[in-house]
Each structure stands twice: as C-alpha cells, then as structure tokens.
C-alpha cells in the first residue's frame, strides 16, 4: 500500500501549474466508514474546473472468533479519480471518471453477484472503472460535505475456499458485473 502512496504523491507533485496555494483538500468517507473501513482522500486543484481525487481504504478485522464461521471482511482499496466542476473546484455540482483497485479476503457476507457465498471465503483482487456525478456543499471556510455516486464495471479474480479457519481450496474464479464503483458522504477539510 505504501507504494501506491508514494506513485500518488509523485504523480501530485509532477504538476508544476500546481503549487500548494490553490486548493488542497484531505477528506473522509462517511459511507465507507460504515462498513468499519478506515479511509482517507485527498483532492487537489489541477485547474479553476479540474481537480485530482485519491482515495483509499483498509480493513483489517476479522469480524468474530468462532472458527467455524470465519466471518471477515478484510481488504484494501485505493481509488483515484478526475474531476470537472461545472462552476469552481469543490463546490457544486461534479462530473468524473474513477477507478479502483482492491484486494480482499472476505468469508461469510453475502456477495449479491455470487449465489452462496455467505457460505464461503473469497481471497483476491478487484478493479473497475466507472463515472461518477457528485455534489459539493461548502459548509464554512474550510469544510465541505460531499455527496457522490459513481457506476461503471468491476472485473474481479478470486480463490474459494470452504468458510471456516484454514478451510479447504474449493475453486477459482472470475467475474464481470455492472454496478457501484463509488458511494459516499464525505466531510471535507480545506487546505488553501
């Protein structure tokens, strides 16, 4: 995770339009949070329209003891993004193109794509691309509440294995399916 956090910094600081004066935001995803991931973005002014938005999660719990349930939902997300603002950078309305890359190791949650699988423990990896439309509310001088929603296509490889502590490989396998690539309610605080 580390490197996708230095690939990011260096991509932000090739801009040499941008220096740290105009807009920089650091946010948070109320949405995300809910599902008990800790996350943090950061959004930066590329232009008076244009902003470039990073984002990542990570899930480390496993969500009971008992052994023969195995009930986790453990992954990691970083998700980048650009941004046109139909009036100024991070207030109003927002058009972008987004995508997401994930690892994961979930056992026993329903994954609405794949029949049976609250009974089973998937490990492997995600990504997709997809378009999101959002919105900016500027609540002060330095915070903002943001709404988005975002919709394209997750391709995803995984392992199966029978849902229980060091269950046994069962079968590989990947899909494609159509849906959410982002959701979220977000406070954000601003740098200038």
Same mark, same amino acid.
């Given at each position: 995770?580390?490197?996708?956090?230095?690939?990011?910094?260096?991509?932000?600081?090739?801009?040499?339009?941008?220096?740290?004066?105009?807009?920089?935001?650091?946010?948070?995803?109320?949405?995300?949070?809910?599902?008990?991931?800790?996350?943090?973005?950061?959004?930066?002014?590329?232009?008076?329209?244009?902003?470039?938005?990073?984002?990542? !999660?990570?899930?480390?719990?496993?969500?009971?003891?008992?052994?023969?349930?195995?009930?986790?939902?453990?992954?990691?997300?970083?998700?980048?993004?650009?941004?046109?603002?139909? @009036?100024?950078?991070?207030?109003?309305?927002?058009? !972008?193109?987004?995508?997401?890359?994930?690892?994961?190791?979930?056992?026993?949650?329903?994954?609405?794509?794949?029949?049976?699988?609250?009974?089973?423990?998937?490990?492997?990896?995600?990504?997709?691309? !997809?378009?999101?439309?959002?919105?900016?509310?500027?609540?002060?001088?330095?915070?903002?509440?943001?709404?988005?929603?975002?919709?394209? @296509?997750?391709?995803?490889?995984?392992?199966?294995?029978?849902?229980?502590?060091?269950?046994?490989?069962?079968?590989? !396998?990947?899909?494609?399916?159509?849906?959410?690539?982002?959701?979220?309610?977000?406070?954000?605080?601003?740098?200038?």
């Amino acid at each position: 995770m580390k490197r996708y956090i230095i690939i990011a910094l260096v991509f932000l600081l090739s801009f040499p339009s941008v220096s740290w004066a105009q807009k920089f935001g650091v946010k948070t995803n109320l949405a995300y949070w809910a599902t008990t991931t800790p996350n943090l973005g950061v959004e930066v002014a590329l232009g008076p329209r244009v902003t470039f938005h990073l984002s990542g !999660g990570y899930n480390p719990w496993t969500l009971n003891d008992d052994p023969a349930v195995n009930m986790k939902m453990k992954h990691f997300l970083v998700s980048p993004e650009f941004r046109y603002w139909f @009036c100024n950078s991070f207030q109003g309305h927002f058009m !972008g193109i987004n995508s997401n890359y994930a690892e994961f190791n979930v056992g026993a949650i329903p994954i609405p794509t794949i029949d049976g699988s609250e009974n089973r423990r998937y490990e492997g990896w995600a990504a997709a691309a !997809g378009l999101t439309y959002g919105y900016s509310w500027i609540l002060g001088k330095r915070w903002n509440l943001e709404a988005t929603i975002g919709l394209g @296509c997750w391709y995803t490889e995984y392992d199966a294995f029978e849902n229980r502590k060091c269950g046994q490989f069962q079968s590989s !396998g990947s899909q494609i399916a159509f849906g959410p690539t982002r959701v979220g309610l977000s406070f954000i605080y601003m740098i200038k």
